[in-house]
T-cell receptor, first 115, second 115 residues
Framework: AQTVTQSQPEMSVQEAETVTLSCTYD???????LFWYKQPPSRQMILVIR??????QNATENRFSVNFQKAAKSFSLKISDSQLGDTAMYFC????????????FGKGTRLSVIA | SAVISQKPSRDICQRGTSLTIQCQVD?????MFWYRQQPGQSLTLIAT?????????ESGFVIDKFPISRPNLTFSTLTVSNMSPEDSSIYLC????????????FGPGTRLTVL
């Protein structure tokens, strides 16, 4: 079974600064996907970024980038130029490579961006 | 990308009653997933719903408590039966993805409060 661990229950960052959210996972699979989801108070789950395990290059999406370390089973999210709208719960998630499988989530990190 | 709608968006129910949550997807999908998110917690998979077969439930969730229907490839319902205050949660449906099976789309969620 897969497990996802987020060791930072809460974090805060000043507006315009950079923050890194940590995520580790455990799996015996060799191919898989990793995701970061954002959940604002509206409760809608919003996909922030995804990484395919077979790709060595770290994924980036505008201000969001990941540091994927496959051997260490680590998948951190870096948010650059933090904005007030980034305030939300952030969940790290794992999915098997087949695609038609559910996501396994970490416990989440509550991020507050301070003006 | 798939568009997923859920009804109701929220409800307040009395102990001992049942509530059926509907999930509609704008494209045909093989699998649909139902998650529960208890207050301040992460998402936990309740069951996987395949069209034309019985839903597959995760450990700790049973069909008598959470019956699921999947009458076609675009629709599913989750019923929360004989509710107690412990069932107060956000319930979300999810599909593996529209044109991409790796994106993991979510409905907007149903916020259930049981008094």
């Amino acid at each position: 079974a897969q497990t996802v661990t987020q060791s930072q229950p809460e974090m805060s960052v000043q507006e315009a600064e950079t923050v890194t959210l940590s995520c580790t996972y455990d799996t015996s699979e060799s191919n898989y996907y990793l995701f970061w989801y954002k959940q604002p108070p509206s409760r809608q789950m919003i996909l922030v970024i995804r990484q395919e395990a077979y790709k060595q290059q770290n994924a980036t999406e505008n201000r969001f980038s990941v540091n994927f370390q496959k051997a260490a089973k680590s998948f951190s999210l870096k948010i650059s130029d933090s904005q007030l709208g980034d305030t939300a719960m952030y969940f790290c998630a794992f999915m098997k490579y087949s695609g038609n499988t559910p996501l396994v989530f970490g416990k989440g990190t509550r991020l507050s961006v301070i003006a | 990308s798939a568009v997923i709608s859920q009804k109701p968006s929220r409800d307040i129910c009395q102990r001992g009653t049942s509530l059926t949550i509907q999930c509609q997807v704008d494209s045909q999908v093989t699998m649909m997933f139902w998650y529960r998110q208890q207050p301040g917690q992460s998402l936990t998979l309740i069951a996987t719903a395949n069209q034309g077969s019985e839903a597959t439930y995760e450990s700790g969730f049973v069909i008598d408590k959470f019956p699921i229907s999947r009458p076609n490839l675009t629709f599913s319902t989750l019923t929360v039966s004989n509710m107690s205050p412990e069932d107060s949660s956000i319930y979300l449906c999810s599909v593996p993805g529209g044109t991409s099976a790796t994106r993991g789309f979510f409905g907007p969620g149903t916020r259930l409060t049981v008094l």
